[in-house]
């Protein structure tokens, strides 16, 4: 019996590799919700297996047995048609991606890439060694520590019901009645416990992580357990047990799922169950040694419960060291972000400041070749010969129409630092120009282009250039009032 015990121990490794799973098909952020569901499952079976082996062992002591072992191929046969990689589930291409934006939030860019800083607790899996990460090794204890408590008290349980003081035995009651008395009142604590921790992995515990983190949430549960251990063998009934069964449960599951949650931060791909494994064998270990407090019994039968106590504040002082830990890593981390931030925004300022000296000296150089090209490109007599040169006589009058406008003030809508009014002003001279110069005849010599000069100094006049209109042979200032009383 005990080399099958032995047997079902060394292959009883397939929690880690379901919480290695949970690894490989979730972000870190949706980790703690599935190590619950895993831990309610673990808990469910432990509520119903007792009972329906129980009842199975009235057909046979070998019957529960030979169920356990068809449950047990039963799941053999379903891991091996269901369970696959993780690179082969839709899941893990969603945890790929959510892995791809954390870490381009972790990632903090200032000022054209100069400083870079990386989230604290990022972790390079390709080159991570676990047993020289002192932080693996305080959860392994807080998991040790939890672990022994939580399993010590459950030895001493029944020890305790057999103190006459809490009213569920007689000194009268012969060994096999104190037994079925005893294993009444342990079969009421043990669902009440596994049911009371059900509600609070679904309820509690979610909240609790959320809102605090998993460090606090495993030293709020580990101090809740430590003061109903203690509390538990001054209790004057059976009765009040049901309060620290409670206490309890609610310590543990806001405790139980620390290990592989915080563990899953360590763990790469191809290296979760490695990593999750050091949880595990710290749970075996305080699953060993929990038992043994029952020799502390034959001294006292306080002490050993005291000393479940001192084991569960123990795991907190784990938890808060941890707390301290990543506290102070966070304020390092932000020290030198923000040294970082200065200098690059030093840097920054340097760099803009000379590029602005730059820019400066730039314009000044090219202040006198950007007025020419702006008088050519908003020049309305802007014009190029057949051949793409400038010629003599149409760079003198566009330089003389130029500043004829200029005086005239036609040059400040023109060049108007509002983009509307410049191009409100385009287009108001365009409609000028268009309407007037389609409105003047062609020449005729045979009139001597006398309609023909009469319309260009009527345009002349309206666009503002009389002494223009004046200096066209043969017309007078009398003769342009005239023109421009005529309807045209």
């Known amino acids: 019996m005990v080399f099958i015990r032995f047997l079902g121990g060394l292959f009883g490794g397939t929690a880690t590799v379901a919480s290695a799973f949970v690894v490989d098909l979730y972000p870190q952020k949706e980790r703690g919700k599935q ?37 047990s191929l039963l799941a053999m046969v379903a891991a091996y048609i269901y369970v696959q990689n993780a690179e082969d589930l839709g899941l893990a291409d969603r945890k790929k991606n959510d892995d791809l934006v954390k870490n381009e939030k972790d990632v903090n860019i200032v000022v054209d890439g100069v400083g870079e800083k990386k989230d604290e607790e990022k972790i390079e899996n390709e080159t991570f060694v676990a047993w020289k990460e002192i932080r693996v090794w305080i959860i392994s204890a807080q998991t040790m520590f939890t672990t022994l408590s939580f399993n010590g008290v459950s030895s001493l349980m029944a020890l305790l019901l057999l103190e006459p003081r809490l009213g569920v035995v007689t000194t009268e009651d012969s060994v096999e009645v104190q037994g079925r008395k005893v294993g009444l009142w342990v079969s009421a604590f043990v669902p009440a416990l596994a049911v009371s921790q059900m509600v609070v992995l679904l309820t509690l515990y979610p909240q609790v992580e959320k809102k605090f983190g998993i460090l606090t949430s495993g030293f709020i549960g580990t101090t809740i357990m430590a003061g109903a251990l203690v509390l538990m063998p001054y209790l004057p009934s059976a009765a009040y047990l049901f309060i620290t ?127 020419v090209l702006l008088r050519g490109k908003i020049h309305p007599a802007f014009y190029r010969g057949l051949y793409g040169e400038y010629t003599e006589q149409m760079t003198i009058l566009s330089e003389h129409l130029y500043q004829e406008l200029r005086k005239k003030n036609h040059m400040y809508m023109l060049g108007s630092g509002v983009e509307q009014i410049r191009q409100n002003a385009v287009t108001a001279h365009k409609d000028l120009i268009s309407k007037v110069i389609n409105s003047i005849p062609a020449p005729n010599a045979d009139t ?3 309609e023909f000069l009469d319309g260009v100094s009527i345009f002349l006049s309206e666009s503002g250039h009389e002494e223009w209109a004046l200096n066209i042979p043969g017309m007078t200032p009398d003769a342009l009032i005239n023109l421009m009383k005529i309807p045209h």
């Open 35 to 71: 190590f619950a569901k895993i831990g309610i499952s673990a808990i469910s079976a432990f509520t119903l297996g007792p009972s329906i082996g129980g009842g199975l062992a009235q057909f046979g002591l070998r019957v529960p047995l030979f169920v356990a072992t068809g449950f």
């Open 245 to 371: 069964q409670v206490l309890l449960a609610i310590g543990n599951g806001l405790s139980t799922n620390v290990s592989s949650t915080y563990l899953s931060k360590f763990a790469g791909k191809g290296n979760a169950a490695q990593i999750l494994a050091w949880g595990t064998r710290a749970d075996t270990v305080g699953n060993i040694l929990g038992p043994f407090l029952t020799y502390f019994y034959l001294i006292d039968s306080i002490i050993p419960f005291w000393f479940c106590g001192i084991f569960a504040m123990c795991g907190s002082l784990m938890s808060f060291s941890l707390l301290c830990f990543k506290r102070h890593a966070s304020h390092v981390a932000v020290d030198e972000k923000r040294g970082e931030e200065r200098t690059s925004l030093i840097k920054a300022r340097k760099e803009h400041a000379t590029k602005m000296k730059e820019l400066r000296e730039l314009h000044e150089s090219n202040r006198e070749e950007e007025a």
């Open 448 to 450: 001597g282009d006398k």
